[in-house]
């Protein structure tokens, strides 16, 4: 049962990224490359590194800070640069014995883009797949040329995986990596769906890395493992949100199933929602709560 959703992707949910059609479609990573990935903490990068590493690129993946730095280092890239402090683009002459990078994958965009133009080899290829800082502004396409004839794609998920097709090679060849141990998924913060915009504010506050999950609360899913499991599913996966407990307790009368061990489970239940109540005077709170 599919129940969580990618906030990088909000409203879509999705069981696929956008990783697998950046390494092999945009550009074909292979054995001997040097590559540059932006923000190789964050959802994508982290992702993207450690697949391209498993390709036989040497891998450099740029963070925001110096406490972010670690994580990548140990996930597939060979080396970090800390791109708001250092000049990434002599970092990274200094890295490839100054020939430049055959191919940068931006995801940040406004802020850095022209800047990562010049950590490019001749001829090489600039994939700017996202916007984290803002959009692109438009540009005189002389600058690729004067730079060195580089190639600039600005692609999106839909486009290559519109066919059914793709979109299946898309998802088993990440499955594959995955399966293999290859390349490691780390949700490192979920969120309950009703409090998107606290998980918008920390993205924006760039405090999230690796992979960020909404959880909806999902009524039947959440009260069919209640009832299936016997223990209060509603506080492994909510946590913070106290509706996904009402929620249960509601369904529970409804059916008329606070009967002995569903009983038990009620009161586990009103003992979550509030936590220095007994049973009866939790009881009568969520009674007047229903009532109200
Ligand atoms: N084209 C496509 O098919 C496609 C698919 C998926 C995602 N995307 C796009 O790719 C971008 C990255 O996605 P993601 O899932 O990896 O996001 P994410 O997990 O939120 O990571 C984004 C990272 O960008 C860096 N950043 C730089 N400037 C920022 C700013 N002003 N505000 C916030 N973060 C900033 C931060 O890392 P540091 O602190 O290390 O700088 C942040 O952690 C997004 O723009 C997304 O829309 C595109």
């Not at 890239?77 to 800390?82: G, K, R, S, V």
């Not at 506080?235 to 009368?253: G, K, Q």
Request: a positive charge; hydrophobic letters at 40%; proline letters at 4%.
């Amino acid at each position: 049962m599919q129940f969580h959703i990618c906030v990088r992707d909000l409203g879509k949910g999705r069981k696929e990224g956008p990783e697998r059609y950046l390494l092999h479609g945009c550009y074909k990573v292979s054995k001997g490359d040097t590559i540059l990935i932006q923000a190789a903490a964050g959802g994508v990068g982290f992702i993207a590194s450690q697949w391209a590493k498993f390709l036989g690129a040497t891998v450099i993946g740029t963070v925001g800070s110096g406490k972010k730095a670690e994580l990548p280092r140990a996930h597939g890239c060979d080396h970090t640069i800390l791109y708001r402090k250092e000049d990434f683009a002599s970092k990274v002459k200094e890295i490839t014995g100054g020939r430049g990078v055959d191919v940068v994958y931006d995801s940040v965009g406004q802020a850095t883009f022209m800047k990562f133009l010049d950590c490019l080899r001749p001829m090489g290829m600039m994939v700017s797949f996202g916007q984290s800082s803002g959009t692109v502004p438009p540009f005189d396409l002389g600058i690729l040329s004067a730079k060195g004839s580089l190639f600039l794609t600005r692609p999106t998920l839909m486009a290559y995986t519109a066919k059914r097709e793709d979109l299946l090679a898309h998802a088993t060849d990440l499955f594959e990596v995955v399966a293999k141990g290859v390349v490691k998924i780390e949700i490192h913060q979920t969120y309950p769906l009703a409090e998107a915009g606290r998980a918008h504010r920390d993205m924006e506050s760039r405090k999230t890395t690796r992979s960020t999950i909404l959880i909806p609360v999902d009524q039947t899913m959440l009260t069919l493992r209640c009832v299936e499991g016997g223990h209060p599913i509603a506080s492994l996966l909510c946590p913070e949100d106290r509706n996904a407990y009402i929620l249960c307790i509601n369904w529970l009368f409804q059916r008329r199933l606070l009967l002995g061990k569903l009983n038990r489970l009620a009161f586990r239940l009103l003992a979550c929602l509030w936590p220095n109540s007994d049973r009866s005077s939790g009881f009568a709170t969520y009674l007047q709560i229903r009532s109200g």
